[in-house]
Every structure is written in structure tokens, then in C-alpha cells.
């Protein structure tokens, strides 16, 4: 059974930075994307970024591009989202998910992703 775990998440003033981690386990992810999506009150998800552990090819949406970098960690099965120049905007639950990989460039819609973590909380005060 697939396990999806993040840590990381804090409180951080405008300007600073984060980097959310996520720890998976269940079974080999080689043929997997991992996506991050973020929740914010009153908000449905939204897709942050995502990256296709074969390859290692990134996607990001356009809030957030310039500013926030996923990775992938092959020895620790761990997804990273290092984020930069944090604006209040970007105050959210943050949630990694998993999904086997497909042909397709959906990578940002929520219902395409299998499994997800309990999320991390991201506070940014101005």
C-alpha cells in the first residue's frame, strides 16, 4: 500500500523560504509522477508542481514557476518542493500526491492522482 508522508511546512515571513518534504513508500515508484497541489481556506486544490520520477521532468504552474523547485530523491524515495521568495498568496495546505505514469500532460488535475498525504500547513505573515 502506497504511503505518502509530508513534513516541513512552518511558518516563514514574506520573502523567505521552505522546502516540504514528502516520503513515500508501498512499493517502487520508478514509473510514477508525484505531484504537489496546495489548499487554501475556502479553496479547492490546486496544482503546484509536478515531476515524473523517470526522467526527472518538472512542471509547474504559473504562480509559482521561478520560485518553487520539485525534486525527486532516488535513495530516500523522497519528493522535495523547495520554495522561494514566499508571498502571503502562498499561505495553504500543502499536499503531495502519486499517480502511475502515463502518455498524457494532465499532471495538474487532481482527479488523475491516486494517492495523497495528509498534508503540511504554510503560513506566510507579511
Known amino acids: 500500500q502506497v504511503q505518502l508522508v509530508e513534513s516541513g511546512g512552518g511558518l516563514v515571513q514574506v520573502g523567505g523560504s521552505l522546502r516540504p518534504s514528502c516520503a513515500a513508500s508501498?512499493?517502487?515508484?520508478?514509473?510514477?509522477?508525484f505531484g504537489w497541489f496546495r489548499q487554501a481556506p475556502g479553496e479547492e486544490h490546486k496544482f503546484v508542481a509536478a515531476i515524473r520520477w523517470s526522467g526527472g521532468y518538472t512542471y509547474y504552474a504559473p504562480a509559482v514557476k521561478g520560485r518553487f523547485t520539485i525534486s525527486r530523491d532516488n535513495a530516500q524515495n523522497a519528493v522535495y518542493l523547495q520554495m522561494n521568495s514566499l508571498k502571503p498568496e502562498d499561505t495553504a495546505v500543502y499536499y503531495c500526491?502519486?499517480?502511475?505514469?502515463?502518455?498524457?500532460?494532465?499532471?495538474?488535475?487532481?482527479?488523475?492522482?491516486?494517492?495523497w498525504g495528509q498534508g503540511t500547513q504554510v503560513t506566510v505573515s507579511s
Open positions: 500526491a502519486a499517480r502511475r505514469d502515463y502518455s498524457g500532460s494532465d499532471y495538474g488535475v487532481r482527479e488523475t492522482y491516486e494517492y
Open positions: 508501498g512499493r517502487t515508484f520508478s514509473s510514477y509522477v
